[in-house]
C-alpha cells in the first residue's frame, strides 16, 4: 500500500472546546459524560454518552490542512478534503426501533459518503442504549447488526471499516453513529487468532456484524485504526466474570493483530498508542487500571469509559489508533 495521506493526529487534552476549536486544523473534538458540555455548538464537537470517571479530557483529532464544516440533512460534518468527520443522531422512537434506526443511519452515512470528495471510510463507532437487551434474535444489538448490514448494501459491499458498538448507561434510546473517511482507501485487516466477525456463526444474529478488525490506514508515518478488541478467541468469549483474564487476552488479541500488520511493513506497538477503554462494570475500574499500568508503556494515553460489551459476559474492551504521537 502508498502512502498517500499525512497521519491523522490523536490526542487527549484538558483544554476547553472553544479553545480547541479556534484552532484552523481541528477535525473534531469528542467530550464524554454529563460533564462534557451539551448542544451542537459546532458541527466539529460532539458529546459522547460515556462516563469517564475522573478524567476531564477531550479527545481532540488534528489534520494538517485547514477545516471547514457545516451540515447535510441530519449529518453534521468537517473536512479538509483529505480527511471528513461525521457524526448522526437518530432517535429510534422516530423510526420504530434500534433496527430500523441503524438502516436509516447507514444509509444517510454510504449516501453522503459516495457523494463526497472523501468516499473511504476508515473507522466508526456506534453507541446504543441497552445493547445486550432482548432474547434471541430480539436482542438489541443483534438487531442493530441486521440493519447496519442492510444500510451498508450498495456503499460498502465487503469493504469494512474497523468499528466499535458499545452500550450507552444513561438509557436514552438515540443512535449514536460518528465516523472518520478519508480521500484515499486503507487495508482491512483481521487477526488470525479469531473469526472475522463477518463470518461469525448464525448463534449471533441472522446478519452478522459487519466491520474489519483493525484499518490499515494509507498514512505516512503508518496509522492503524483498531476496532472494539475484546477476550474472543475464535468467536467464542473467553474467562467469563474474570476482568483481569479477560484484559489479559485482548493484549494477546493486540499483539497478534500487530503482527498481522507487520505483513503490510507496519512497525505497530503499543508504545504509538491512543487508546479508549470501555468497563461494563465500575467496580471493575481498579483492576483494569492495574491491568493498563502493567501492560502499557509508561505514557501510554488513555482514557476510561463506562460503556456495556456487546456480549453480556464480556467486561471490558479497548480501541483505538496506533502510530500517533
Known amino acids: ?69 457545516g451540515r447535510r440533512g441530519a449529518i453534521r460534518y468537517a473536512s479538509d478534503g483529505e480527511y471528513l468527520f461525521g457524526v448522526i443522531e437518530m432517535n429510534e422512537a422516530e423510526h420504530g426501533g434500534i433496527h430500523a434506526a441503524s438502516l436509516a443511519a447507514y444509509r444517510a452515512l454510504g449516501d453522503f459518503c459516495a457523494g463526497s470528495a472523501t468516499p473511504h471510510v476508515l473507522r466508526i463507532w456506534n453507541y446504543l442504549a441497552a445493547i445486550t437487551e432482548g432474547d434471541g434474535d430480539d436482542e438489541r444489538y443483534k438487531q442493530f447488526c441486521a440493519g447496519r448490514a442492510a444500510g451498508m448494501e450498495g456503499f460498502f459491499g465487503d469493504d469494512y471499516p474497523a468499528a466499535t458498538a458499545i452500550g450507552r448507561l444513561d438509557g436514552q434510546k438515540i443512535l449514536q453513529v460518528y465516523w472518520l473517511a478519508a480521500r484515499c482507501s486503507g487495508v482491512a485487516l483481521e487477526n488470525p487468532r479469531q473469526l472475522s466477525a463477518y463470518r461469525y456463526p448464525r448463534q449471533y444474529g441472522p446478519r452478522p456484524p459487519r466491520f474489519a478488525r483493525a484499518l490499515l490506514a494509507p498514512t505516512q508515518p503508518a496509522q492503524l485504526h483498531l476496532s472494539g478488541t475484546a477476550a474472543v478467541v475464535g468467536h467464542v468469549s473467553q474467562h467469563a466474570g474474570d476482568c483481569a483474564a479477560q484484559l489479559d487476552e485482548i493484549f494477546t488479541n493486540l499483539d497478534v493483530l500487530f503482527r498481522s500488520a507487520a505483513q503490510h511493513g507496519t512497525a505497530a506497538d503499543l508504545s504509538r498508542a491512543v487508546l479508549k477503554i470501555y468497563v461494563r462494570d465500575s467496580a471493575d475500574r481498579t483492576v483494569v487500571e492495574a491491568g493498563l499500568h502493567a501492560q502499557l508503556p509508561a505514557g501510554t494515553p488513555w482514557l476510561l469509559l463506562y460503556g456495556d460489551v456487546c456480549r453480556v459476559e464480556l467486561l471490558v474492551e479497548i480501541d483505538g489508533v496506533v502510530g500517533v504521537r
Do not use: C, H, K
Not at 483544554?15 to 458541527?43: C, K, M, Q
Open 1 to 69: 500500500m502508498r502512502a498517500q495521506l499525512a497521519a491523522l493526529t490523536v490526542s487527549y487534552e484538558e483544554v476547553a472546546p472553544a479553545t480547541l476549536l479556534a484552532e484552523p486544523n481541528v477535525l473534531a473534538v469528542l467530550g464524554f459524560g454529563s460533564a462534557a458540555p451539551r448542544g451542537d455548538i459546532d458541527p466539529r464537537y460532539l458529546q459522547v454518552p460515556l462516563e469517564s470517571p475522573g478524567q476531564n479530557l477531550f479527545e481532540v483529532w488534528r489534520v494538517s490542512g485547514n477545516v471547514s464544516s
